[in-house]
């Protein structure tokens, strides 16, 4: 198996501390969009690239100038259709070794081999970023123009994306609970929003079921859930016998985002598809509020919720 596992060498006249403090130095090869700490043993650290890649590494193996490892705790790669989760337990490995006034560094992504969804694509951003992105910052000591080109255009699609949010429904709270206990209550969904519940709604993949009353419902799935940061339900199916169309919230999502800070977890809730222009909205917008704001708010900062719609 280990010789199917992505490798990719690059060789370079610098001396192997230079390259080991180079690998190190995360947020000037790989990515900016860049959180924690990537030096000594036990350090962790988060990349994230909205909608796009989610991965948390923890660095399980240190020998100065010779070796690091990143352990993959937690990971989503979004474009995924089968396992969003591909890359969660593999390890990343940097081996440095001299070859005569070189140095070589060996990178193996130990558990990334070909039979993933993922390896493709995977493949491919690893030698760019690796031989490329990597090679340019050890040997010139600034970030290559390509990867500073790739930041610049995540973040304007995220500005575009963001403007385009601005139209679906959207809230924010902020509660004095961790954003990992506001997950896990907002999941109790019969605690704070009046409706009917079946089913699971914990995980990511879970399932579960929303009634309204008369012949309505709402099938939804844990599309995504990364701890501390975000959940979103997708709606897979609905029926509302009180608007002409009664599939008026199919394909929409449930988005709640979190940020926590010292101690106080700031929630923002989307229902991205839930615009000014579809017939629901004048209903939804004010049931949401209500949702959201007094209910939501209630149970997560005095565990009952606030069933009395104003």
């Not at 994230?48 to 705790?73: F, G």
């Not at 206990?181 to 995980?203: D, N, R, Y």
Request: glycine content about 4%; some cysteine; aromatic content about 12%.
């Amino acid at each position: 198996m280990e010789n199917k596992n992505f490798t990719a060498t690059i060789e370079v006249a610098k001396s192997p501390q230079h390259v080991f403090n180079c690998s190190t130095d995360v947020t000037n090869w790989w990515s900016k969009d860049f959180e924690g700490s990537s030096s000594k043993l036990n350090d962790e650290f988060i990349i994230h690239h909205p909608n796009q890649h989610y991965s948390k590494q923890k660095l399980i193996e240190v020998l100065p100038d010779k070796k690091i490892v990143w352990l993959v705790t937690d990971s989503t790669l979004y474009w995924l259709e089968k396992n969003k989760q591909e890359w969660t337990n593999t390890r990343m490995i940097f081996e440095i070794s001299n070859t005569g006034d070189k140095t070589v560094l060996r990178f193996t992504h130990e558990g990334l081999v070909p039979e993933m969804e993922c390896y493709a694509m995977c493949e491919k951003g690893w030698n760019m970023i690796i031989k490329d992105w990597l090679f340019h910052f050890v040997t010139v000591g600034t970030p290559s123009a390509e990867m500073t080109k790739a930041a610049e255009i995540r973040n304007q699609l995220l500005k575009e994306k963001n403007k385009m949010e601005n139209k679906n429904f959207n809230r924010s709270i902020s509660v004095n609970i961790s954003a990992n206990e506001a997950i896990k209550k907002i999941s109790k969904v019969q605690e704070w929003w009046g409706v009917t519940f079946s089913g699971s709604s914990e995980k990511q993949n879970d399932k579960f079921v929303i009634e309204m009353g008369g012949d309505s419902f709402f099938n939804m799935t844990v599309a995504e859930l990364i701890p501390n940061k975000k959940v979103v339900w997708l709606v897979t199916d609905c029926y509302m016998p009180w608007y002409s169309d009664k599939k008026e919230w199919l394909n929409t999502k449930m988005i709640f985002d979190f940020t926590e800070n010292n101690g106080t977890t700031s929630l923002t809730f989307t229902h991205e598809g839930l615009t000014p222009d579809i017939e629901c909205f004048k209903d939804c917008e004010p049931g949401w509020n209500h949702w959201i704001t007094r209910s939501l708010f209630s149970y997560l900062t005095t565990g009952t919720g606030d069933f009395k719609q104003r």
